[in-house]
């Protein structure tokens, strides 16, 4: 598993395409077992929390299911703190879930403005 984040329009799917030859998209969670290059996985995520499933349940079968996938991840907790509870919820989850990807991904890669460092 690779893992690439970042911000938003940082260059994720640039990176993606340019290293790995792979398209990313957005995919449902059902799709992202099979998919291999997922996008807005924050998002997808936010779908899981939706539906009343776990994310962190989500993750550890996305990463025993799909171990050769692309996960392309908005960096989203740099930021103010939501008032919000769900979305303080979401943000922790999103952290969370990328804690586990990254532990267990062969690349970790960050992009700023375009430019790619590699973490792991």
């Known amino acids: 598993m690779i ?8 260059g994720k799917r640039k990176t993606a395409l340019d290293r790995f030859g792979l398209q990313a998209k957005t995919v449902s969670p059902e799709a992202a077992f099979t998919a291999p290059c997922i996008d807005q996985f924050h998002q997808l995520l936010r779908q899981v929390m939706d539906a009343g499933n776990d994310p962190v349940q989500f993750t550890e079968e996305l990463l025993r299911r799909n171990p050769d996938a692309v996960i392309l991840c908005d960096e989203i907790g740099l930021g103010i703190v939501p008032m919000d509870k769900r979305e303080r919820l979401w943000r922790e989850a999103v952290g969370r879930c990328c804690q586990r990807i990254a532990a267990q991904a062969q690349q970790v890669i960050r992009v700023v403005c375009g430019l790619s460092q590699v973490l792991k």
């Open 3 to 10: 893992l690439i984040i970042g911000g938003r329009a940082s």
